[in-house]
């Protein structure tokens, strides 16, 4: 019973985590009931885990998620577009799709929302999911600047 009770209190947690990060409501969609939990050595919380694939870890260092793009995907479905998404050229999606990080001069669109180091999904023109990564830039900077880099990829969809 105790193990029943503990993985309550973490998906409690995880749902609230992504509550905070991505919006009310968030946390129940990207997390379902059956969510598996790994936990680190010191025992807290890691990869979050669904039908044995990753969703989501969480980091040490600050308590928010990165995203799989699993993890992508389903919050994709719970939040409408643009919140949390940066849109890239078409002609660039290979590389996006490999790993290669996006670069600001390549985006086309990005929610005014994103600030520097949140967790973003990154579409193509389609609006389609591409890839999955970090913001370096605020959603606005990566509209306004011609350069540098965007988005530090995570995980393309290849």
């Known amino acids: 019973m105790s193990t029943e009770f503990s993985k309550n209190n973490q998906l409690k947690r995880v749902r609230t985590i992504a509550d ?3 919006g009310r409501g968030v946390g129940c969609a990207l997390f379902p009931d059956n969510t598996e939990f790994r936990l680190s050595s010191t025992k807290r919380i890691r990869y979050i885990l669904l039908d044995g694939e990753r969703l989501a870890t969480l980091r040490a260092h600050d308590g ?22 940066v849109k890239i050229t078409d002609e660039v999606i290979e590389f996006l799709m490999k790993g290669k990080n996006a670069m600001a001069k390549h985006v086309i669109s990005a929610d005014e929302n994103i600030h520097a180091g949140d ?27 011609n350069y540098g880099v965007a988005v530090n990829v995570r995980k393309g969809s290849k």
């Open 119 to 145: 967790e973003v999904m990154v579409t193509g023109e389609d609006g389609l999911l591409i890839a999955t990564g970090s913001a370096v830039l605020s959603g606005r900077e990566m509209l306004a600047f």
């Open 20 to 22: 905070f990060q991505f």
């Open 64 to 85: 928010r998620l990165t995203l799989s793009i699993q993890g992508a995907k389903r919050l994709s479905d719970a939040i409408s577009a643009p919140a949390y998404r």
